[in-house]
């Protein structure tokens, strides 16, 4: 299991845990993030430390601090 940031461009994960505080896990969820998940990292921007991923056919971008708060395994 490894977190979101690690992830290589391209691969499908499986959403495992989100961890962080109370309201940013909800807000995840809200979006579609839930534990089984399939998710797909799109690309990695260095330049702002952004993480763009797909999530039930909608594209989300998301902090590389944020990002280290969701524990995945290959789907």
Same mark, same amino acid.
């Given at each position: *299991?490894t977190?979101?940031?690690?992830?290589?461009?391209?691969?499908?994960?499986?959403?495992?845990e989100i961890?962080?505080?109370?309201?940013?896990?909800?807000?995840?969820?809200? *979006?579609?993030?839930?534990?089984?998940?399939?998710i797909?990292?799109?690309?990695h921007?260095?330049?702002? !430390?952004l993480?763009?991923?797909?999530v039930? !056919?909608?594209?989300?971008?998301?902090?590389?601090?944020?990002?280290?708060?969701?524990?995945?395994?290959?789907?």
């Open positions: *299991m977190n979101l940031s690690e992830i290589p461009v391209g691969i499908h994960a499986r959403v495992v961890g962080g505080e109370r309201s940013f896990r909800r807000r995840l969820m809200e *979006m579609g993030l839930l534990p089984g998940t399939i797909r990292v799109i690309r921007a260095r330049v702002g !430390g993480v763009q991923l797909e039930r !056919g909608c594209h989300l971008s998301l902090r590389h601090s944020e990002a280290r708060a969701l524990t995945l395994q290959p789907a």
